[in-house]
């Protein structure tokens, strides 16, 4: 995906538009995290709702595809994604640099997996 053309709006819109429960089970939804001894990035893929919706918002969080649920109720990958558009999205992946991944010595506060990623990264202006 273009990343120059994502702004902070967009990720925005794109977040409110993630409902994997749409398509997957409880026990279907998960997230991955991919490490390759050569790369300076972790990929990530996430069918949960909180993870996917922090992810995308994350201001170096580069998008690569995304998972639609069409109106036929089939599945469709996409390497593009027209922001305006009204279809569900049930997955995302892309990565992070490896530099922002931390594993603490203390746990959080928090046991939610969303917590993972911080709230808050964009704050859209109106």
Known sequence: MNEESITAADREKLASRIQPT??????????????????????????????????????????????????????QVRDSLVIGEKSIVVAVEGRLPVSHLSIPVEGRDQLSHAAIVSDGVYRVKS
């Open 22 to 75: 749409a398509y997957y089970q409880s026990e279907e939804r998960e997230t991955y995290l991919r490490f390759e001894d050569e790369s300076s990035y972790v990929h990530i893929s996430s069918t949960q709702k909180g993870f996917a919706r922090r992810l995308v918002r994350h201001p170096v969080f580069e998008l690569t595809q995304v998972t639609v649920f069409r109106e036929d109720g089939q599945l």
